[in-house]
């Protein structure tokens, strides 16, 4: 009866690993509708790109913009306080935020992200040091890695 409850424990375990990892081998793969002006040391005429392997609703592992603009690579996770000034985000999360050396981006993803089918829409906020601010729409998806 012991060797039984070890084996339970082990196939728990299992199972639990195979769970969390079918999220982080899922890709979200976003770009912008249209070319950006942006900055990455100079200026720049090109497509955001935000991309990060996601583990749930709420956490997004190695997030990076790339593109028109170009962030660090971190680690990533859904802001539980956010409450939208706009009503076009209340079905959002903002996470935290990514950043060069002049400016912050905050990624705005659905609340159902693991759920969504197909292309989806997102958003990523753009703050500059010298008061510049921004939100460029972005077309979503998901592809599993």
Avoid at 128 to 140: A, D
Wanted: proline share 3%; net charge neutral.
């Amino acid at each position: 009866m012991k060797s039984m409850g070890v084996f339970m424990r082990a196939i728990a375990l299992v199972l639990a690993f195979v769970s969390t990892a079918a999220f982080a081998d899922t890709v979200l793969i976003c770009r912008s509708y249209q070319k950006i002006e942006g900055w990455r040391a100079y200026n720049t005429n090109d497509y955001l790109r935000f991309t990060a392997y996601v583990v749930s609703d709420t956490e997004l592992k190695k997030a990076e913009v790339d593109g028109a603009y170009g962030s660090d690579v971190r680690d990533i996770k859904a802001d539980p306080k956010y409450k939208p000034a706009s009503k076009r985000y209340a079905n959002y999360n903002r996470f935290s935020d990514l950043e060069d050396a002049w400016n912050w981006f905050l990624p705005l993803l659905p609340k159902d992200l693991t759920s969504q089918k197909g292309d989806f829409r997102g958003y990523i906020q753009i703050f500059g040091e010298e008061g510049f601010s921004e939100t460029v729409s972005l077309k979503c998806s998901l592809k599993e890695h």
